[in-house]
C-alpha cells in the first residue's frame, strides 16, 4: 500500500498533470478556416472543430453546372484543410487524457484503500475501548 506521503504525490502528479492539459485552452483553440475557389464564387468555411460549418455558392456559379460546382467545392474544401494543417503544430504534445484519467483513478482507488483501512483501525480501537469499559 502506498504511504501517506507516496499517496500525496501521486495526487499532485496527477492533479498538475490534468491541469497542464485543461490550462489555458482558449491558446490552443482553433479558429474558423474559410477557403475560396472559382474566383471567390465558391467558398468552405471549416468550424473551429475541424467540420465543415458552410458551403456558399454563388448563384453564378450555378450557371457553370453541377460538375463546375463540385469540383471547385472540392478545391475550396482541400485549400481550407490545407490551412487548418499549417495551424496546428506537429511540435505540439496532445495531452494523453486516458493516461491522466488512469492515474487519477488509481490515486482514487489508493485513498479508498487507505480509507477503507483507517475506518477499519477505528472500529478496531472502538471495540477495545468498548471491550474494555
Not at 8 to 27: G, H, I
Not at 41 to 47: A, D, E, F, K
Not at 59 to 76: F, N, Q, R, S, W
Amino acid at each position: 500500500m502506498t504511504g501517506e506521503g507516496g499517496f500525496a504525490q501521486e495526487l499532485a502528479e496527477a492533479r498538475a498533470t490534468l491541469a497542464k492539459a485543461t490550462a489555458s485552452p482558449e491558446d490552443d483553440q482553433a479558429v474558423p478556416v474559410t477557403a475560396e475557389a472559382a474566383k471567390g464564387r465558391i467558398s468552405v468555411t471549416l468550424g473551429a472543430d475541424g467540420r465543415v460549418s458552410a458551403i456558399n455558392v454563388d448563384p453564378k456559379a450555378v450557371k457553370e453546372g453541377t460538375d463546375y460546382i463540385a469540383e471547385h467545392v472540392l478545391a475550396a474544401l482541400n485549400d481550407a484543410l490545407d490551412q487548418r494543417a499549417t495551424m496546428v503544430t506537429a511540435d505540439e504534445r496532445v495531452p494523453d487524457l486516458g493516461s491522466i484519467g488512469e492515474s487519477l483513478a488509481a490515486v482514487q482507488d489508493a485513498g479508498v484503500r487507505q480509507l477503507q483501512a483507517m475506518s477499519e483501525s477505528i472500529t478496531q480501537v472502538l471495540a477495545k475501548l468498548n471491550g474494555g469499559k
